[in-house]
């Protein structure tokens, strides 16, 4: 299933001058956020973007950045393993249980 992040909020940034096209991005994004265009990558759909940071900590040339652990997406994968962690608000209802639920 493929979450949808609130639109034009995510704080995702990829700076293609950086980038030397090693794909690992795609390798970890959950969310197919980057695609690869002429020899490096893009970001493809920013509002699909989770804020989960996994691009930026794996990117070897420093080339995204990214405010992982923010809002409710960082709380839905704190919950998808089993992991301490909430957004803002504890009753937003933003574990994977609350959204199964709606």
Do not use: H
């Amino acid at each position: 299933m493929k979450f949808k992040y609130l639109p034009n909020v995510a704080t995702l940034e990829l700076d293609q001058s950086k980038c030397n096209g090693c794909g690992m991005c795609l390798v970890v994004c959950p969310q197919e956020v980057f695609s690869f265009n002429e020899k490096v990558s893009s970001i493809t759909d920013r509002d699909a973007c989770l804020e989960c940071g996994a691009c930026a900590r794996n990117c070897p040339q420093g080339a995204i950045r990214v405010r992982a652990g923010v809002g409710c997406a960082y709380a839905v994968l704190m919950d998808k393993f089993n992991l301490k962690g909430s957004c803002c608000n504890d009753s937003c209802g933003c574990s994977l249980e609350d959204i199964a639920d709606r």
